[in-house]
């Protein structure tokens, strides 16, 4: 595959070039896009908002082991292709673990929660910035594991945090 499709790849469709803040644009259209197939209360349904939760949640999960798989391959030639080594542009990493923290609200079988999207966004992008132990150490691994294991691990974080807030009833799962 030539380097042009690796770089579409890795900066998820371009999300990676705009302006300020790459990541944050990555896991937003993560968001975003999770939200438009499954719906949110109260204001739009999607075309998976009615599907059993076990089918989104499987669904979800296949979609972010695709993107990691596509993340480490593509990963693999981030360096030669970006010119740096974890380059901003490099989105996917932000993509496959916003999908992470995103699960917990994938196991309901109804429309997702304005608030659990916004704490799953919050979340991820906080481990993901701040870096707490474990998050910033797996950075240091070397080549497209190293790209993409840190925000592997954020994302697991905020998927924890998720199913926490939806278990004490913060909002509905």
Known sequence: MSSALRRLAGSACGLGDLPRAPGTWGSAATVVAVAALCGVAGLFDGPFAQAAGGTRLAVGAVAALAALLLGLWAGGHAERDFGAHDPPQFVLDEVVGQLIALLPL???????????????????????????????????????????????????LAAGGVALLAAVGAFPR
């Not at 906080?126 to 950075?139: C, Q, S």
């Open 106 to 156: 994938l196991a309901g079988g109804a429309a997702l929660s304005p608030l659990g999207l916004l704490a799953a966004f919050a979340l991820f992008r906080a481990f993901d910035i701040l870096k707490p132990p474990p998050v910033g150490a797996l950075e240091g691994l070397p080549g497209a594991l190293g790209i993409m294991a840190d925000d592997l691990a954020a994302g697991a």
